[in-house]
């Protein structure tokens, strides 16, 4: 094969104060049996010892760009938009990968021109780096565009690998001063940003989202970060989700009540994991309330997060137990 049409993949890292993650981080790409990548470092300003760390990597495929801070959002589209790879992977920097990732993903959109977003499987680590036996298994084939908008199965940010030719077709260019400035995330977001493009993607472009099915990503869990706070996390989905509700009034009508209920489920069994005791049952009777499709078309899942929301209300020393049994029985969690 020419080495000039070995596909270069462009690894877009945003960072912001993450001097304990990041070296982890870039070595995972580092790692990758495929080497023909660039790695774009967004120091979205950064003001501890992020900075520091970076500068202890010698290699020429990586690159540092500066800005003031705008965001996770602005940090990717920084990245993105000095991309020259054709594909796009994206990782946080919290986060890290398997080292035959980027080679799968590759491959897979190498042989399949029709795939614009290919995503994989994600297990979830703490705070150390440890596996903690869960992960993200989410549908991997047939996704419809009811199934990103109401069940995101990319998962998180740093499992997608993107064609750059389809971040280009949906970006548009900023306002007033940032009226030259190519915007593929909304900037305007703070969190669910990813939701809102692959919502934007699917109902606006006849790309198709398809995933492998190893695990190549390790997804980082911690309680301190955006993702900790639930009413936070659930007003910011209603937001990001409504930004494209003008331009498909037809296709919202049809199915927002059943992707706000698995919101509510989903952020039902994020309250499980946390110490709050009534919040999930909350949560989890407001998704059937909201729509009870969510029973019949997941009748397992919504029935195992239902009864680990009353359970929850044990004492937590039985709660503790009931979970051990479970998990003996069970083997490993997935989590979709």
């Known amino acids: 094969m020419n080495i000039n049409s070995i596909p270069v993949v462009s690894v877009v890292i945003p960072m912001f104060n993450v001097g304990k993650y990041i070296e982890q981080s870039i070595r995972s790409v580092l790692a990758q049996t495929y080497h023909h990548f660039e790695i774009i470092l967004v120091d979205d300003g950064c003001s501890d010892d992020t900075l520091a760390k970076v500068c202890r990597f010698d290699d020429p495929r990586i690159r540092l760009i500066q800005q003031t801070n705008r965001g996770l959002s602005g940090a990717r589209n920084t990245g993105i938009d000095a991309a020259r790879g054709i594909y796009i992977a994206l990782l946080d920097a919290d986060d890290f990968w398997a080292p035959e990732k980027l080679a799968k993903h590759v491959q897979h959109l190498t042989t399949n021109p029709k795939v614009g977003v290919s995503y994989c499987p994600s297990l979830f680590v703490d705070e150390e780096g440890k596996l903690l036996g869960i992960g ?186 009931i979970e051990q049994l479970a998990m003996e029985c069970l083997g490993q969690k997935k989590i979709s």
């Open 136 to 321: 993200q298994y989410p549908k991997l084939q047939n996704i419809t565009r009811q199934h990103i908008f109401c069940r995101n199965p990319v998962g998180n940010g740093s499992a997608p690998v993107i064609r750059k030719s389809l971040l280009n077709e949906v970006s548009c260019f900023g306002e007033h001063a940032d009226k030259y400035r190519k915007m593929y995330f909304n900037e305007n977001l703070r969190q669910s940003e990813d939701i809102e493009l692959w919502t934007r993607i699917a109902i606006s472009t006849d790309w198709a989202f398809e995933g492998i099915a190893e695990p190549l990503t390790y997804y980082r869990v911690n309680d301190t970060g955006l993702s900790a706070n639930l009413s936070k996390q659930f007003a910011s989905w209603q937001k990001a989700v409504g930004l494209n509700h003008d331009k498909h009034p037809v296709f919202f009508k049809q199915y927002y009540n059943l992707a706000k209920a698995y919101q509510l489920r989903y952020l039902a069994r994020r309250a499980v994991q946390s110490s709050s005791k009534f919040s999930a049952m909350q949560l989890i009777f407001k998704a059937l309330w909201c729509d009870i499709r969510i029973l019949f078309q997941e009748p397992s899942r919504t029935l195992i997060t239902l009864c680990s929301a009353f359970l929850k209300l044990l004492p937590l020393k039985i709660y503790v137990r």
